[in-house]
């Protein structure tokens, strides 16, 4: 599995209609037999969301984020996983193949990511939707 960072946003604010289940997701996968991927994308776009008082109405400080993203990557089934050699080429095909632009090219690295490690992508994001070639589930639809 990989992991988007809205997963981990809702799992940490408690103010989200999304975080007892985000919370509950997170830590039996975390406590799971299936590996957890945390790519450096999504844990870099949680620090960088979760901090900024501008997409927060109560962000944390550096040292929180930074705190959560530890214990994360502390949990034994994380790993972080990273583009191998055919990585630019997929990403760079999603890009070109969807028409992607703006925010979504984050999307877009991360379905790159997951097609090329043959994992499916955990997000509530309905954008990955679009990129036929990913499995994609959202665990905190209900």
Request: hydrophobic share 45%.
């Amino acid at each position: 599995m990989l992991v988007d960072a809205n997963l981990l946003l809702y799992a940490v604010d408690e103010s989200s209609s999304h975080h007892d289940a985000a919370a509950a997701w997170l830590e039996s996968s975390l406590n799971g037999s299936r590996r957890v991927g945390l790519p450096w994308q999504t844990l870099a776009a949680f620090i960088r969301i979760s901090t900024n008082p501008r997409a927060r109405e109560r962000p944390l400080d550096p040292g929180a984020a930074v705190g959560f993203v530890h214990e994360w990557l502390d949990a034994d089934m994380t790993w972080t996983p990273s583009g191998g050699p055919g990585y630019a080429g997929v990403f760079l095909g999603l890009i070109e193949k969807y028409q992607v632009r703006g925010n979504l090219i984050s999307d877009a690295q991360l379905a790159a990511l997951a097609i090329e490690h043959g994992l499916t992508v955990y997000s509530a994001d309905t954008d990955f939707a679009r990129f036929t070639e990913v499995t994609w589930v959202d665990p905190v639809a209900g």
